[in-house]
């Protein structure tokens, strides 16, 4: 890789002083997964690294009675934590499942949110896609079996992230700070498509960080992420889902049904939540209510497979969420 | 810099390769810290700067640069090859080492980074001539074939049992699942972590 400066931040100030607003010259290093990777690979060249394992690290309660998890948080961490578990399988379900136990005991929940896509011709030096500047997706006529069933490009990724999916699920807010202070997002206004920003997945400003995720109270909810892979481990899930159901005994009061992997954020389904909300909830329901979150997909030429595998996802999400049985 | 090695008469394509990696390094060292343009942050690099890394118990001394990552750093600067260099990218294994009692895929880790950590290879689980109860398992139930990622294999299921040591298969497969063995010796390799005190202490010639 080429070689570059490191800054080792000791907390959230630090870091955001060591960030700078031009895209890609100074980079957030937490678990260094994905950026050491995109490195070696020469699409992320950075001159310099910020060293942000020193964001917070731990997963709290709010007065609210909700989580707040820090950004440095690892998967491991996440996954084992038995209040975050209680709270909302929905979420600890995905980071449990995050590539290996090697890559869940660094990788951390602010890296995992923001990690770049792993679109093959995005990762690969040869092609000058769109993402990287260039004029091309090469998806569109090339090798496409991992890409977008969803949206209109002009890019046709799939956001990589698995938290990121029960995070727009559960409604979180993203706390992020900058130069000029602190904001808070929303999860579901926190990715952005292609059309609105092609050089990056987030509103994240490069001097930003996003420093917590903050969960609401789970109140009566019932949440569950429903994966399918093809490999068990070392790999993303072809398609999956992320369910929030707010029940007044076995009746759907109020659900958020978001789709990963299909599209290039998480896709939300407002169809399949109007479906299921006042249902009582079984297969059948569940049923029709996946029906309806795949209807509109817009499948390219070698992964329409997929709109049967997201179908099922958000089939089983919903099933195990009410605690039924999956298969 | 890398201890001084007692006993290393001999001449091998390793030690050639360090010494041209050496002359190499002390090219580059130019100053440790600069401060960035306008801003008063401590920046190290991009030339090597010197660090310490705690492997097997012992302290070394080196000077690395900020890219050069932990599992370089353990091969070439410090000697210590059980770690193995095969994918580089996070997704086979063979590079696996335990740090802080994690396991941590030391080629997506800069060496850097790794500074105050306690970082444990195979290396350091062999007491002289004595195998580790888990290498000594490995060896009974046949838990390799190449050889290759036995080391990381090894380090998974150690880091494994020291957590939890009556994992059940399902638990063990799901802390092994990090590491590839392209030869396919994976239900020897369970065997092997699943009955690591068949025979410990049992002394190796």
């Known amino acids: 890789m080429k070689s570059f400066a490191y800054v080792n931040a000791a907390g959230e100030k630090e870091a955001v002083a060591a960030l700078g607003p031009e895209r890609g010259r100074f980079l957030p290093l937490a678990g260094g997964m994905d950026l050491l990777a995109l490195m070696k690979d020469y699409i992320a060249q950075p001159d310099r690294l910020v060293n942000v394992k020193g964001l917070d690290r731990a997963i709290a309660r709010t007065p609210d009675g909700g989580l707040r998890i820090g950004a440095a948080v690892t998967l491991t961490q996440l996954a084992e934590s038995a209040e975050a578990r209680r ?39 040869e092609f000058p896609c769109l993402k990287k500047g260039g004029s091309t997706c090469y998806a569109v006529d090339g090798e496409n079996q991992y890409h977008a069933i969803f949206g209109d490009g002009p890019c046709h990724i799939v956001h990589p992230s698995s938290l990121a999916v029960p995070s727009v699920a559960l409604n979180a807010k993203f706390r992020v700070v900058g130069p000029t202070g602190e904001r808070v997002v929303d999860a579901g206004e926190y990715f952005q498509m292609p059309d609105r920003n092609l050089f ?13 995720v903050m969960l609401p109270p ?31 005994g076995d009746t759907v009061r109020g659900a958020r049904v ?20 006042g249902k009582r909830l079984t297969e059948e329901a569940a049923m029709t209510a996946a029906d309806a979150a795949v209807q509109g997909a817009k499948p390219m030429t070698l992964n329409s497979y997929k709109v049967q595998i997201a179908r099922t996802a958000v089939k089983r999400a919903i099933m195990k969420a009410a605690g039924l049985k999956t298969v | 810099m ?11 394509r390793r030690s050639f390769l360090k ?41 070394h001394r080196l000077e690395v640069e900020p890219r050069v990552t932990l599992l370089d750093a353990l091969r070439t600067r410090l000697n210590i090859t059980g770690p193995k260099r095969v994918c580089d990218r996070g997704s ?5 080492v335990i740090l802080d009692g994690r396991t941590v895929y030391s080629c997506s880790m800069l060496a850097i980074e790794a500074q105050g950590k306690v970082i444990r290879t195979a290396e350091g689980l062999t007491e002289g001539t004595v195998l580790h109860s888990v290498q000594r398992a490995f060896c009974d139930h046949d838990g390799l074939m190449c050889g290759f990622c036995t080391p990381g294999f090894v380090t998974a299921a150690v880091a494994l049992l020291e957590k939890n040591p009556k994992p059940t298969r399902q638990e063990a497969r799901k802390a092994l699942d990090g590491n590839i063995c392209r030869c396919g010796t994976y239900p020897r390799v369970l065997e092997a972590a699943l009955n690591p005190k068949s025979a410990a202490g049992v002394k190796r010639g």
Request: glycine share 10%; hydrophobic share 40%.
């Open chain 1, 200 to 212: 990056g997945e987030t509103v994240l400003a490069p001097n930003e960080l996003l420093t917590h």
């Open chain 1, 218 to 248: 789970p109140g009566a909810a019932r949440t569950a992420t429903y994966e399918v892979r093809f490999k068990q481990s070392h790999d993303w899930p072809l398609a999956f889902a992320s369910v929030a159901l707010s029940m007044s």
């Open chain 2, 2 to 12: 890398a201890p001084k090695k007692k006993d290393e008469p001999g001449f091998s």
């Open chain 2, 19 to 59: 010494t041209v990696g050496a002359g190499g390094v002390a090219a580059g060292v130019l100053g440790p810290a600069s401060t960035a343009e306008g801003q008063n942050v401590k920046a190290i690099g991009p030339a090597a700067s010197p660090i310490q890394l705690n492997v097997n118990g012992k302290f």
């Open chain 1, 87 to 125: 709270m909302y399988p929905a979420m600890t379900d995905a980071a449990a499942e995050v590539g290996t136990p090697q890559i869940r005991n660094v990788g951390t929940v602010g890296g995992n949110i923001n990690q770049r896509p792993r679109c093959w011709y995005f990762r690969n030096e």
């Open chain 1, 258 to 277: 978001v789709m990963g992997a299909v599209a290039p954020i998480p896709w939300r389904s407002p169809a399949a939540e109007a479906a299921l909300t």
């Open chain 2, 92 to 96: 086979c294994g063979a590079c696996t």
